[in-house]
């Protein structure tokens, strides 16, 4: 077990797997640090994880979207923290983007928010990872091994980064560990809007459920303590 009190960076923190998996860190004892691209809901989910002095978590705003939004994210990172231990890639939209309407803007937005943003954020912070003997974890999804329809550009995209970070594995070892969790879908049922559809799909599961927010903390902190791997894609959910 590595020691607690890492810091511990979190991109995508305000969003519903991102925001789960900050409070697990803050739980057990790390240091969440916060990234996204709404300040206000950055600063209500900060002021809602207090520090050991109950100061609200660091938090740095980018748009990754953007061409410097990389370059945003590192500058206003080292303006607030002394250092990264550890990365969490939780971030990133799911569009629906069905194969009669896509364009190549759908392509070009889906890779640069769900596969150049982060490799290159890996690299911008390659040397804080290294130092720390630190470690990547990924949110992918199975449905790169498994496609489903509607979502050409974002599948294409999250197969990119899986590739991609499966490749930094092999250019940062053995300093820096770098996995992903290859997910299939989650979702809190009781708050569908359509409970009855969720049902008859998650039947199609082996387990016949859907995952929850608890259960990709669960995976996500064990694959971020796992020290004997690197270059895998856990598949949790499929």
């Not at 799911?94 to 190549?104: D, H, I, N, V, W």
């Not at 890779?111 to 912070?125: E, S, Y």
């Not at 003997?133 to 999250?158: C, E, M, Q, W």
Request: aromatic letters at 4%; hydrophobic letters at 50%; glycine letters at 10%.
């Amino acid at each position: 077990m590595l020691a607690r009190g890492r810091r511990v960076l979190v991109v995508g923190a305000t969003g519903r797997l991102g925001s789960a998996i900050a409070r697990g860190l803050l739980a057990r004892g790390d240091r969440p640090l916060l990234a996204g691209r709404d300040p206000a809901r950055l600063q209500a989910l900060a002021t809602s994880l207090p520090g050991p002095s109950g100061e609200p978590a660091p938090f740095v705003c980018a748009d990754l979207l953007a061409p410097d939004g990389v370059d945003t994210l590192v500058t206003s990172l080292r303006a607030t923290v002394e250092r990264v231990d550890d990365l969490i890639l939780a971030g990133g939209p799911f569009p629906s983007t069905p194969f009669e309407t896509l364009q190549r803007a759908d392509l070009m937005s889906a890779f640069v928010v769900h596969a150049v943003a982060p490799l290159l954020l890996v690299q911008a912070l390659a040397g804080d990872l290294a130092a720390a003997s630190g470690a990547v974890v990924a949110l992918s999804d199975a449905g790169i091994t498994r496609p489903f329809t509607n979502h050409v550009a974002y599948l294409t995209a999250k197969g990119a980064l899986s590739t991609g970070l499966r490749a930094l594995a092999v250019e940062l070892a053995p300093e820096v560990r770098v996995n992903l969790l290859a997910m299939g879908i989650v979702a809190e049922v009781d708050a569908d809007d359509e409970p009855v559809w969720t049902h008859r799909l998650a039947t199609r599961s082996p387990l016949g459920r859907f995952g929850t927010s608890d259960e990709v903390v669960q995976a996500t902190l064990a694959l971020l303590d796992a020290t004997w791997a690197t270059g895998e894609i856990w598949g949790i959910g499929r």
